[in-house]
Structures are given as structure tokens and as C-alpha cells.
């Protein structure tokens, strides 16, 4: 199973609920900061590899 950016937003949204919605709440807040920067690393590589993309298109209609 690949993981994606709309699945871990997902669960993001899972954990934000259970957070909010637990006396124990608390306890989830490392998951969720660990979830957000996992988001934030995934948009990276994929931002990162779009630009290598458009760069190689470019070099190949030269």
C-alpha cells in the first residue's frame, strides 16, 4: 500500500477528532505533529520531483 498526501490528511483529520474529542487527547499530539511533518515531507519530494521533471522536459526539447 503506497501512502499518500490525501491519506495521511485523512488521518490527520482522524487523530485531530480523536484529540479534540478524548480526555486523553493529549496523549495523540505526538502522532499528530508526527502525521503533519510526514505531510510536509511527502509535499516536498513531490515538489521537488515535479522540478525534476519540468527540468528534464526542457533539456529534451533543446
Known sequence: MKITEQSLE???????????????????????????KEIACLKAKNSIRAEVSRIAAQRSSC
Open 10 to 36: 485523512t488521518l490527520l483529520i482522524y487523530i485531530a477528532q480523536a484529540i479534540e474529542s478524548r480526555s486523553d487527547g493529549d496523549h495523540y499530539l505526538p502522532i499528530f505533529e508526527r502525521i503533519k
